[in-house]
């Protein structure tokens, strides 16, 4: 495992969620460049293998510990609400703008806030989702359509299946392993 501090953990795992991510502060990317964990990309920097590999070590929660059996029976009750939002992001692509799906997507919000808490006491780093979720909706709320699927922003189904992808990785889970995945 290379040597980092939390700040470059962090930004790694960030890195590695979003896919590519723009750095203006070329000081805090560094490290991660150095150590080949990222690399250059058109617009910004992205994960390499050795970045990945790297981060799902680091992302792991210690098997067997209390953060990892917290994280397991969110995990356990986020996959049927996963499954809710796949079938209300469908909707909202067939019919956008249609408030009845707003309100099931408020409504799914709501019942997964005492998931995002229980995950966000297991393990500070997943403290950002909640706030993000919440403002994605906010937008959709105001009226702002992209906010619901779009993955040019910080939509709620791009939150969303960041969310997913961090709890998969703190497990140690392959996506490729869930009830009904995709081959």
């Not at 049927?80 to 909707?91: F, P, V, Y």
Request: charged residues 30%; negative net charge; aromatic residues 6%.
């Amino acid at each position: 495992m290379p040597v980092l501090d939390d700040r470059s953990w962090l930004l790694l795992h960030e890195i590695r969620l979003r896919g590519v991510l723009a750095i203006d502060d070329e000081t805090l990317v560094r490290p991660l460049l150095e150590a080949g964990l990222v690399a250059r990309a058109h617009r910004g920097v992205r994960v390499t293998i050795e970045g990945r590999d790297a981060n799902a070590v680091w992302a792991r929660l210690a098997p067997g510990s209390e953060e990892e059996t917290t994280v397991r029976r969110a995990y356990d009750a986020f996959l049927g609400l996963n499954r809710e939002l796949i079938r209300i992001c469908h909707d909202w692509q067939q019919q956008p703008g249609d408030w009845k799906v707003v309100d099931r997507l408020t409504t799914l919000h709501e019942r997964a806030a005492p998931i995002l808490t229980r995950v966000t006491r297991a393990h500070l780093r997943f403290e950002t989702y909640r706030p993000r979720l919440r403002t994605a909706l906010s937008r959709v709320d105001e009226g702002e359509q992209e906010w619901f699927t779009s993955p040019r922003c910080d939509s709620y189904h791009t939150v969303w299946m960041q969310l997913h992808e961090d709890v998969l990785l703190a497990l140690g889970v392959e996506r490729s392993s869930e009830e009904g995945a995709m081959p």
